[in-house]
């Protein structure tokens, strides 16, 4: 079936250094693929997305890139601020069954020190 | 802009008593969906909707029961909780056939001793 694999966490930054969270999905077909953001103490929100290969989702300084070639899509922020600290959640589209649900990751949690 | 409101936000339950989660969204959205969350496993879908009237099982539906009466309700019953059942619960909804994006609620904490 279809999987999602991200790095295992935590990820421990100094503020202002180059972010990457791994993750690389298996899928049959083409799913879209997402990041959500889960700050403490809250509920999940979509950060990004993209919806076929070579598509680039950014939103608020992150970027990741739809690589099918590789199946991955890899979350990168060229410079982390203490706000970015949170669980940071890569997830597919899966539409086997007639729905369209999603596939989560373990989830990688981020700590971004001053 | 209340979005997908779940309650309560904590919840302990003694073993074998049982409870409703309840979730609510106001954006007319068709689909809606009930994860757990626990550590290391990321969120598994329990049970889904596609509209009123109609539900499905997910990938970890034992245990639970849903209904979906209207379009902006769909609570999750725990028909007799057990330990196993600790976790974080989290509704969601979406409007969209090919997903652009889930609106999930802020998450209810079980915990069943």
């Known amino acids: 079936g279809n999987s999602v694999t991200q790095m295992e966490g935590p990820v421990t930054l100094s503020e202002e250094a180059f972010l990457t969270i791994n993750c690389t999905y298996t899928?049959?077909?083409?799913?879209?693929l997402f990041w959500y953001v889960q700050y403490p103490g809250e509920g999940l929100q979509l950060l990004l997305k993209?919806?076929?290969?070579?598509d680039k989702g950014s939103n608020k300084g992150f970027e990741a890139t739809y690589r099918k070639e590789t199946t991955s899509f890899h979350l990168e922020k060229g410079s982390v601020q203490v706000s970015d600290s949170a669980v940071y959640f890569c997830?597919?589209?899966?539409?086997?069954?007639?729905?369209?649900?999603?596939?989560f990751g373990a989830g990688t949690r981020l700590a971004v020190h001053p | 802009n209340a979005g997908v409101t779940q309650t309560p936000k904590f919840q302990v339950l003694k073993t074998g008593q049982s409870m409703t989660l309840q979730c609510a969204q106001d954006?007319?959205?068709?689909?809606m969906s009930w994860y757990r969350q626990d550590p290391g496993m990321g969120l598994r879908l329990i049970h889904y909707s596609v509209g009123a009237g109609i539900t499905d099982q997910g990938e970890v539906p034992n245990g639970y029961n849903v209904s979906r009466s209207t379009t902006e309700d769909f609570p999750l019953r725990l028909l007799s909780a057990a330990p196993s059942q600790t976790s974080v619960y989290f509704c969601a909804s979406s409007s969209g056939v090919f997903n652009y994006g889930y609106t999930f609620g802020s998450g209810t904490r079980l915990t069943v001793v």
């Open positions: 997830a597919l589209s899966d539409f086997s069954g007639g729905y369209n649900k999603l596939i």
């Open positions: 899928a049959t077909g083409y799913p879209s």
């Open positions: 993209a919806t076929k290969a070579d």
């Open positions: 954006m007319n959205h068709e689909y």
